[in-house]
Structures are given as structure tokens and as C-alpha cells.
């Protein structure tokens, strides 16, 4: 490492006399300066900082994934960052408690000063959301049309092009897809696969029929219940029954991307699917710690304005409480344990498999 060639002092590295000399409260223009408007304005800053290093980490993220091939020590990278956007997040969503100790009459202070503004202008949130996989025609119908037309040409602008490029939605489900293991000649994962839960279901009914504690409306209710299990099951390796749950929306990841993440999952155990495991883990956690923030961001505005509208325009609590379900990107992924086996219950991965992933 080179020496440096002048002594650095603190504030300076930091910039500190332009990042202390940017809160400047709305409420002073017009009378007495709110007290809490510094809080207000702090936290906003304080958030968009994080959404900046959330962002930095991402674009890391999305080039590995972006390529072709992904080395080991790609994959580890991954593990890494997205760890670090789920710690992040974590301060996050602890950040909205001390939001919280303003007093909805408090914020009544200086709130209408603020209006149009709005966190739904929030560029750095709309581009985490576009970069994670979310697209603009799966938002609600308020978000949709009324963002784009809050937001300057240039955001706009700058929104548009993001969505045009494939999402870290769209990358895992190319590389879960591109999984090999599936295709090896001597072992036919979903055949074996299929046959263990058909095997399973079948030992279920039979227990059921025995049952003699059931009424019969009991035992109907008990035999529909796992006729939709069986259906689940059946779709996944079923071209046509897969795509009527993609069309309905059940599911959005590709049939193969979907058979990856399962096979990763149930044999995380094998060293060659440490990592992928680790990435599809991160990638679950990442998608609750955001559903977590909306959630709690909504019960927060519930709080602050009851069922006034936001700032923004928006219904307010309403809005956002649709956003927390509707925005989920990677659900598919927390969806998995409907799959799941236990582990004895597995088919054993033949040995020429075995030696197989060991080879990578
Ligand atoms: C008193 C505190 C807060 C209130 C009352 C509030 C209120 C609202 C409301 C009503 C909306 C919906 C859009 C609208 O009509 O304005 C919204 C959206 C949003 N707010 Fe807040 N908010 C608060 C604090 C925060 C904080 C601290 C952040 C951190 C950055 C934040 C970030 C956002 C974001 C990113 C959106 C867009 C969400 C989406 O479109 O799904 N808000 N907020």
C-alpha cells in the first residue's frame, strides 16, 4: 500500500460540512421551526444512504450473475454481499422504531408543508425493486400510473432503461435453469422424485381410508386436501400444469429454474451445493427483510395518518398494505417447503451422480 501523501483529517474525508449542512426543515419557511422535522428529515437521509450501499452491492451482484459462467469464487462473492444487503436491511427495518417515537401530532407540525413530495419518489427504492426482478406491470394499478407521472423526466428516463435489463430475478432463474445435474444420463431426478411423493401420498390415503375416527364428510374434506397437494406435486414436473400456475400466477420462476432450487435444497448437503444453497438462502432472506420493512412502513403510516392519504396521493396504509403482498420477488423460493421431503424419505443420489457433482 502507498503511502499517503497528505495527512487526511476526518470531516474532510468524509465531507461532513456538506453531509450536517443538508437538513434544512420545510417548517421554518412558514413559522416556528418543527422539532421533529429534523428526525423526519435525518431518518430519510439516513435510509437513502443505505439504499445507496444496498445498490452498490447489487450491481456487484447482478454483473457475476449477468455472465455466462459462475466461478465458485463468484458464487462466495455473492454469498457475501448478499449477506451484507440482509444485515443492511435488518438496520432497516429496525430503523422505522425510531421514526416512530414522532408523535402523529407531531408530524401533523409540518407535514402538509411537505406535500407533493414523497417517499414513493424514492429513485434508489423504485431501482432496488426494478434490480431485484420487479416489473412495472406487476405493481398495483396506483403505482403503475400515478409513480411515473411524480417522478422528473430524468428519473423517469433513468427507471425506464433499468427495466429494461434483466433483473436478479430473471439471472438466478437462467442460472437455476442452466443447472446440470438434472440432465445427467444415469439418474432421472424428477422420475425418482416423483415416484418417492407418489409413493408418500399413496401411504396418506391409505391412512386416512383406515381412519375410523373420520366421518365421511371428514375424510372427503381430508382426501380434496390432498388431491391439491398431489396437483402441486404433479405440476412440477408437468409442462401444462405448470404453466396454468404460472398464467394464475402461483408461481413465477421457471419449471427448471423451480426443479433447480428444489434439487439444491434437498441435497444442500452434497459440498457442490453448498454455495448455490447459501445464494438461494440469501436471496429468501432478502425478500422477507423487505416484506418485513413494507409491512411495518405501512403499519407505521396507519399509525401516523389513520386512512388519510400519503403525500404522494396515494391511499395511504392502504396502498402500501397491497404493495408488501404484491411486490415479493423471489416468493417462489420461500415457497420451496411445499416440496421438501425429509431426508430419509429422499431418493439416494446414485454414486456415478455423486461422483459426478464431486467432478463439477
Ligand atoms: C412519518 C413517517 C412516514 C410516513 C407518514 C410515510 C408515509 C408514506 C405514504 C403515505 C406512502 C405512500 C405514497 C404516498 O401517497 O405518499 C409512502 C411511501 C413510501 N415511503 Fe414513507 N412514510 C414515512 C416514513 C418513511 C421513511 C422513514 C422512509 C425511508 C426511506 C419511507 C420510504 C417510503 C418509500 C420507499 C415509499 C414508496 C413505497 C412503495 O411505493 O411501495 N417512508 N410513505
Given amino acids: 500500500m502507498k503511502k499517503n501523501k497528505d495527512a487526511v483529517y476526518y470531516g474532510d474525508y468524509l465531507q461532513l460540512d456538506k453531509l450536517l449542512d ?23 437521509q439516513a435510509y437513502e444512504l443505505w439504499f445507496k450501499q444496498v445498490l452498490h452491492e447489487l450491481r456487484s451482484v447482478l454483473s457475476i450473475f449477468r455472465a455466462d ?53 424514492s429513485i434508489q427504492f423504485k431501482e432496488i425493486e426494478i434490480s431485484l426482478g420487479l416489473k412495472r406491470d406487476s405493481r398495483i394499478k396506483f ?36 443447472m446440470p445435474f438434472l440432465r445427467l444420463d444415469n439418474f432421472a431426478f424428477a422420475d425418482h422424485f416423483k415416484q418417492t411423493i407418489e409413493d408418500n401420498l399413496a401411504k396418506d390415503e391409505a391412512i386416512l381410508r383406515n381412519n375410523d375416527l373420520l366421518s365421511a364428510d371428514e375424510l372427503q374434506a381430508e382426501l380434496t386436501e390432498l388431491e391439491g397437494t398431489r396437483e402441486n406435486f404433479a405440476a412440477l414436473f408437468d409442462q ?42 440469501c436471496l429468501a432472506d432478502m425478500d422477507d427483510n423487505m416484506t418485513i420493512w413494507r409491512y411495518r412502513h405501512a403499519m407505521m403510516v396507519q399509525r401516523m395518518l389513520g ?17 408488501t403482498e404484491r411486490n415479493r420477488i423471489f416468493t417462489d423460493l420461500l415457497n420451496l417447503a411445499t416440496y421438501l421431503l425429509p431426508k430419509s424419505a429422499l431418493p439416494p443420489l446414485p454414486d456415478e451422480v455423486k461422483h459426478a457433482l464431486r467432478r463439477g
Fill in 307 to 323: 386512512s388519510k392519504i400519503g403525500t404522494g396521493g396515494s391511499s395511504g396504509h392502504d396502498y402500501l398494505r397491497k404493495t
Fill in 240 to 281: 401444462t400444469l405448470y404453466q396454468k400456475m404460472q398464467d394464475e400466477g402461483r408461481v413465477r420462476l421457471s419449471q427448471r429454474a423451480l426443479q433447480g432450487a428444489l434439487f439444491i435444497n434437498l441435497y444442500r448437503e452434497e459440498p457442490v451445493f453448498n454455495l448455490p444453497f447459501q445464494v438461494l438462502s
Fill in 22 to 44: 443538508a437538513q434544512h426543515l420545510q417548517s421554518e419557511h412558514y413559522g416556528p421551526p418543527a422539532h421533529d422535522e429534523t428526525l423526519f428529515i435525518i431518518v430519510h
Fill in 69 to 121: 459462467h459462475i466461478a465458485d469464487e463468484s458464487l462466495m462473492t455473492v454469498v457475501h454481499r448478499l449477506n451484507r444487503i440482509g444485515k443492511i436491511q435488518q438496520l432497516l427495518n429496525q430503523q422505522i422504531g425510531v421514526m416512530e417515537t414522532m408523535t402523529p401530532q407531531d408530524f401533523l407540525e409540518f407535514r402538509d408543508y411537505l406535500v407533493p413530495a414523497s417517499g414513493f419518489q
Fill in 143 to 178: 403505482d403503475q400510473q400515478s409513480f411515473y407521472n411524480r417522478i422528473n423526466d430524468a428519473d423517469r428516463a433513468y427507471l425506464t432503461g433499468l427495466e429494461q435489463q434483466p433483473g436478479l430475478f430473471e439471472c438466478v432463474d437462467d442460472w437455476l435453469a442452466r
